[in-house]
């Protein structure tokens, strides 16, 4: 499973990490975060809370402010920075759409977490969330 995630980080796949509370979301995509810092990417790493670890050079993390910058709005600012990831901290409300179409229009490679029980729960999820 850690080659086939290697895997995944090395071609530039979108990785949705999905689990309940404390079952080890974070972890994991710290270590994915860990094999981005390998690359040479430009990382645009979006949060609300300070969780995520992106030990590569060409980092810019952005941090949601309550009243001044919500994730959709850091999701597309991060647009204009050339970033050649987008990883994000929860997808959770409005962002989600505007995160799935920065990854699927030129900055692939994007990892994020999102609440849900299983695999086909976190894209049931994903899709509650677009269409909120």
């Keep these: 499973a850690a080659a086939q995630l290697r895997e995944g980080v090395t071609s530039r796949a979108n990785i949705l990490v999905a689990g309940g509370t404390s079952t080890g979301?974070?972890?994991l995509t710290n270590a994915l975060l860990a094999e981005v810092a390998k690359t040479s990417d430009r990382v645009v790493l979006i949060e609300d809370t300070r969780e995520l670890q992106c030990l590569t050079p060409n980092l810019v993390a952005l941090r949601t402010k309550d009243g001044v910058a919500t994730l959709s709005d850091l999701v597309r600012a991060s647009l204009r920075l050339r970033p050649d990831r987008i990883p994000i901290g929860e997808v959770r409300g409005p962002e989600a759409l505007d995160l799935l179409k920065a990854w699927g229009t030129g900055h692939p490679g994007g990892i994020g977490t999102i609440h849900a029980g299983s695999?086909?729960?976190?894209?049931?999820r994903l899709e509650q969330l677009i269409q909120e």
């Design 25 to 27: 979301k974070t972890t």
């Design 119 to 124: 695999a086909i729960g976190a894209l049931r």
